[in-house]
């Protein structure tokens, strides 16, 4: 069933959310986040994530590598203003844009609110490339990330 299908990864996008807000200090340590990240601001971020063709949701000592994971823990530091997130959530040209928004309202707001801004974009069926570990690497919407995330 399409339920047994999903677990693995609702799991896994569940703890990656968990991991990128709790291990701040250990992505902050990286090397791959201090020499890539870490001198750029927001903007600078975005536009590496206009870049991006895929996204790794690891949940091991690979997430600090996660290019996807450092623009997201940039967002959680940074705490751009509704606003700012607002215009992610609304982009059409740039999936992975709306996908962070989607995520960072996810973890940074009320149940109401992920319900009211999220809700719309149940039926987005643009695909991403997501890598859940070296060995499993699938196309996903949007609509199922959604729906992984449960809320």
């Not at 996807?68 to 530091?77: D, E, H, R, T, Y």
């Not at 609304?90 to 109401?112: C, E, Q, T």
């Not at 859940?132 to 990330?145: G, L």
């Amino acid at each position: 069933s399409k339920l047994s299908l999903w677990e693995g990864p609702k799991v896994k996008i569940m703890k990656w959310l968990v991991n990128v807000g709790s291990d701040v200090i250990g992505i902050c340590n990286s090397p791959f986040w201090r020499v890539k990240y870490a001198p750029l601001n927001l903007l600078q971020c975005i536009e590496e994530l206009t870049k991006m063709d895929t996204i790794k949701i690891y949940n091991d000592k690979n997430i600090e590598n996660s290019e996807f994971a450092c623009i997201f823990l940039k967002m959680l530091i940074v705490k751009p203003s509704f606003a700012v997130v607002y215009e992610f959530l609304i982009s059409r040209d740039y999936v992975l844009a709306r996908l962070l928004g989607i995520l960072y309202i996810n973890k940074r707001y009320s149940v109401p609110t992920i319900r009211k801004y999220i809700r719309p974009f149940v039926r987005d069926y643009r695909r991403v490339i997501a890598t859940f570990n070296e060995t499993d690497t699938r196309s996903v919407t949007i609509s199922e990330i959604i729906e992984m995330l449960a809320y």
